[in-house]
């Protein structure tokens, strides 16, 4: 009973917390999207692709949340972003509070939009809302296609849906339109996009969209 | 540091040393019903049922088996297993991202153990939380499979830290994934010198020898250490 109670308030903290930020970031024409993902499902590949495509019109930031490492960042870097790395230090999602540290120590005067790649979790950053203008989550074809039935939030939170490595589709009993179905009895208007970041496949449409959100912004 | 960042790990270690002492009543009630626990992690998707389908096939013959199966919701993975042939539970978390030692012992009880030789706990698919509570296994074996990649003993480390055995799964389909098993076991020994690494395919078999071989000599000393 303890621990709920615990959780509720720490859950509420957090939402006016990424309320207050999404204003800042508003009002700073700076649109936060928020990557969520198992580990291993290709978020830091996804962004490594989009930042190469839309580096010349777009100025992006990326901050790297990870409990360990500086992997990710490294890789970041090389393709032309403006990153920064967070250690969780063990914790296994991104809160509103850290994610509002990881954008000041990023700098944001000259950015125009920011991708947060939470810890590779499909749980806890559900529960989570970081302040992002956009959720995005990112399953891949390995992972297979029953994920919506095990982790319903994390598909009934995100705004969009990237189905990635579709590349390797066929070595993999993944039935895409189960998955979309799936995904779509939990969450109506969520945008699906498979892609794949090694090919390019798809990844155009998925540009496009995140050019219409930053937009409509 | 902020003065909440002190509060919330103050909260943090209490839980984990609550959580400690149960999982030491657990540990001590299943040498008591001799019944070896297996807590099996890894990431969603990564093949823990399809490892543990493979696993009960091998076994069953041999040793009476149960399956924990622990989810946020869902019970597909328990009707799975349950056709395998092993006496299963659907244990729902609730929302929470792991299993712990009072949530395990639950469900221990409500399965039953006077049939069981052999009790797997499949936990959440999660490679962050489930390793760091210890919920009263015998042994503890996580599985990282191919897709996921090398890199991940790097981001992940406690999870290398406090298990008895890694499976790296999924390792038919190699060729088509850039993943450097030379690397991932490099990373994985400065984590955890002494543990056993077995690539394996719960598709196809291979690797399944060595990792029954590990299983059942596991499994044989515990028995033998209780007389």
């Not at chain 2, 490892?51 to 924990?68: E, F, P, Q, S, W």
């Not at chain 2, 395998?84 to 929302?95: D, M, P």
């Amino acid at each position: 009973m303890k621990i709920i109670e615990l959780n509720r308030s720490v859950t509420e903290s957090n939402d006016r917390d990424a309320d207050a930020l999404r204003a800042k970031m508003k009002e700073k024409g700076v649109l936060m999207f928020n990557l969520m993902s198992s580990p291993g499902s290709g978020k830091t590949t996804l962004l490594s692709r989009v930042i190469r495509d839309m580096k010349d019109n777009t100025r992006i930031g990326v901050m790297e949340a990870d409990i360990a490492s500086d992997v990710d960042a490294i890789r970041i870097e090389e393709m032309g972003a403006k990153a920064i790395q967070a250690h969780t230090d063990g914790m296994c999602h991104m809160d509103a509070g850290m994610t509002e540290r990881a954008f000041d120590a990023l700098g944001d005067e000259q950015l125009d939009i920011v991708f947060l790649e939470n810890v590779g979790n499909l749980i806890c950053p559900a529960e989570f809302d970081t302040g992002a203008g956009k959720n995005i989550m990112i399953l891949s074809v390995p992972e297979g296609d029953d994920k919506p039935l095990k982790y319903p939030l994390m598909f009934e939170t995100s705004d969009a849906l990237i189905i990635t490595k579709m590349d390797t589709l066929s070595y993999f009993d993944f039935d895409l339109e189960l998955c979309r179905e799936r995904v779509r009895a939990l969450n109506p208007d969520i945008r699906i996009f498979p892609v794949s970041a090694v090919t390019g496949e798809g990844m155009e449409d998925f540009e496009n969209w995140i050019r219409e959100c930053k937009k409509e912004w | 540091m902020n003065k909440r960042e002190i509060d919330i790990l103050d909260v943090k270690s209490d839980v984990i040393a609550d959580n400690d002492r149960e999982a030491g009543k657990v540990r001590k009630y299943m040498r008591e019903k001799k019944v070896f626990l297996v807590n099996l992690m890894a990431s969603p998707g990564a093949g823990k049922t399809t490892t543990l389908v493979r696993t009960i096939n091998a076994l069953k013959d041999k040793y009476r088996i149960g399956v924990m199966e622990a989810d946020v919701d869902s019970d597909v993975d328990a009707a799975t297993v349950q056709a395998a042939g092993a006496k299963v539970i659907q244990l729902h978390t609730g929302g929470s991202c792991h299993m712990d030692a009072n949530m395990t012992f639950r469900g221990i009880e409500q399965l039953g153990m006077e049939d069981i030789d052999v009790l797997f706990l499949e936990n959440i698919g999660n490679l962050v939380c489930p390793a760091e509570f210890d919920v009263g296994a015998a042994k503890r074996v996580a599985i990282l499979s191919v897709p996921e990649g090398d890199d991940k003993p790097l981001k992940y480390p406690l999870m290398f830290q406090v298990c008895d055995l890694l499976m790296i799964g999924k390792i038919d389909v190699k060729p088509v994934f850039n993943f450097d098993e030379e690397a991932c076991r490099k990373y994985v020994r400065e984590l955890n010198p002494t543990m056993p690494v077995i690539p394996v395919s719960a598709k196809t078999g291979e690797g399944f020898d060595a990792w029954i071989d590990w299983l059942t000599k596991e499994i044989e000393a515990f028995r033998a250490a209780e007389v």
